[in-house]
Antibody, heavy 114, light 107 residues
């Protein structure tokens, strides 16, 4: 059974930084196209970032609202994805999911507030 | 910025057929995916690549796509299908987008 478990969410002040982790079991994350998707309170889903599988080149791309502030990468030795979030804004407040789209984690809540 | 447009809400009685549409200019050249989300839960993939159903998803869920419109059809709607539904696709640069979501109410 595939499981994705996010961690690292919390409360951070505007302008601050936070790093999310997503550890996979039952799947080798290096062989799967993975994304981070967020959902602001009471709002819809928004794609944030994608990491392409290693066999397909491993490229990363980002949604316009986070480009230049967020960075995603993968540690294959730990079967873990990361999302480094810098220069956080109040509008970044959301539940952040890691997902292959076929499988989703339970989400990590990030709250940006002073 | 690219947009996928869904109706905000759809309401049907149990046993009826629900159809939720998703429109986008790039849909003729991109696959559409559909997700079901219930309160407090992560999204669940119900249709991928326009028409494919993941294992474990009931047969009453089906998908189609024609031109700039993709459609999720739920035949014989059940009370448990009451949820939000999101379409997802990509634009011409392969950036991923979600529709705004449709609240399906089972009357």
């Amino acid at each position: 059974e595939v499981q994705l478990v996010e961690s690292g969410g919390g409360l951070v002040k505007p302008g601050g930084s936070l790093r999310l982790s997503c550890t996979g079991t039952g799947v080798s994350l290096s062989n799967v196209w993975m994304s981070w998707v967020r959902q602001a309170p009471g709002k819809g889903l928004e794609w944030v970032a994608r990491i392409i599988s290693r066999p397909d080149g491993g490229a990363r791309d980002y949604a316009a609202p986070v480009k230049g502030r967020f960075s995603a990468w993968r540690d294959d030795s730990k079967n873990t994805l990361y999302l480094q979030m810098n220069s956080l804004k109040t509008e970044d407040t959301a539940v952040y999911y890691c997902t292959s789209f076929f499988n989703w984690g339970q989400g990590a809540l990030v709250t940006v507030s002073s | 910025s690219y947009e996928l447009t869904q109706p905000p809400s759809v309401a049907v009685s149990p046993g009826q057929t629900a159809r939720i549409t998703c429109s986008g200019d790039a849909l003729p050249n991109q696959y559409t995916y559909w997700y079901q989300q219930k309160p407090g839960q992560a999204p669940l993939l119900v249709i991928y690549r326009d028409t494919e159903r993941p294992s474990g998803i009931p047969e009453r869920f089906s998908g189609s796509s024609s031109g700039t419109i993709a459609t999720l059809t739920i035949s014989g709607v059940q009370a448990e299908d009451d949820a939000d539904y999101y379409c997802q696709s990509a634009d011409t640069t392969d950036s991923i987008f979600f529709g705004g979501g449709t609240k399906l109410t089972v009357l």
